[in-house]
């Protein structure tokens, strides 16, 4: 087996500079640090970022660009995300394997290689943390929002098929915050309602209780405004299937959404 580690992260905009985050969110700060220790561990060849700010329209993408390299100035707030560099390898071949995997499926699945590619911060905010020094590769992953849960999550299968096929030592992160309702006021929590159904999601993966948090999913999506619709959780889940226990590392919130962290691992 050669997934040796999954997460879950957040990548909220005041996480990008570690010496700037505000006291409400250094649980998070915490939790991306041990995020980073448990990928030291394993020692990966290859990260792959399921990212729900790379929202793309009919296909799913995969971007096997063999180096990325950039600078990213949000569209969001390009007063809080200004012409930040990134130079991180990538991985053309596993990129275009995974791409494969989904066509085999029947899933539109597309590999690309283009250098002009600028990432968004939802691949870039936790990579700094987790790859600070760029030196494992990358394969970032799009949220196809034209794509239901179901499929995709049976695109995450693919993914997670390919990567425990593969001779490679493979890191799956998912970057993207469940209730995700914002409202204006960086401190403001999700509501109670929304706050309700993160706990209980959370639980069912504390408990390893996989199928019921996919069972919730569509209509904990729909109730809590979750980010990319619950795509990047749902590609996630089909990923780990029952394989992965889980550890919960913190949250926080921002802006009104809510943000776990999580590590997985093999059983
Ligand atoms: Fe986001």
Redesign the pocket.
């Known amino acids: 087996m050669s997934l040796e580690l999954a997460l879950l992260s957040?990548?909220?905009p005041s996480l990008l500079h570690e010496d700037q985050v505000p006291d409400f969110q250094q649980s998070i700060v915490k939790a991306f640090h041990q995020q980073r220790e448990k990928i030291k561990q394993v020692k990966p060849d290859v990260l792959i970022m399921i990212s729900?700010?790379f929202l793309t329209n009919w296909n799913h993408y995969v971007d096997a660009t063999p180096r990325h390299e950039g600078y990213l100035t949000a569209r969001e707030h390009p007063d809080m995300i200004a012409n930040i560099p990134f130079n991180y390898p990538g991985d053309e071949e596993l990129g275009y394997q995974l791409a494969q995997a989904g066509k085999d499926a029947g899933i539109p699945a597309v590999a690309f290689k283009e250098p002009t590619y600028i990432w968004d911060y939802?691949v870039l905010v936790p990579l700094r943390y987790f790859v600070p020094d760029g030196d494992i590769a990358v394969i970032d992953l799009s949220c196809n929002m034209s794509a239901s849960l179901e499929e995709t999550y049976r695109w995450g299968q693919q993914i997670g098929k390919v990567l425990r096929e593969s001779n490679k030592r493979a890191v799956l992160a998912s970057?993207?915050?469940l209730s995700?309702h914002l409202t204006r006021g960086r401190a403001n929590m999700p509501s109670l309602a929304e706050k309700a159904l993160d706990d209980k999601f959370i639980e069912f993966l504390v408990e390893g209780k996989y199928d019921s948090a996919w069972d919730i999913l569509p209509q904990f999506s729909a109730a809590a405004d979750v980010?990319s619709g619950g795509r990047h959780v749902a590609a996630l889940l089909g990923a780990l299937g029952n394989d992965f226990n889980a550890s919960y590392l913190g949250y926080a919130q921002s802006s009104g959404?809510g943000n776990p962290h999580f590590s997985f691992q093999p059983k």
């Open positions: 957040s990548h909220a729900s700010h939802g970057s993207g915050a995700h980010e959404s």
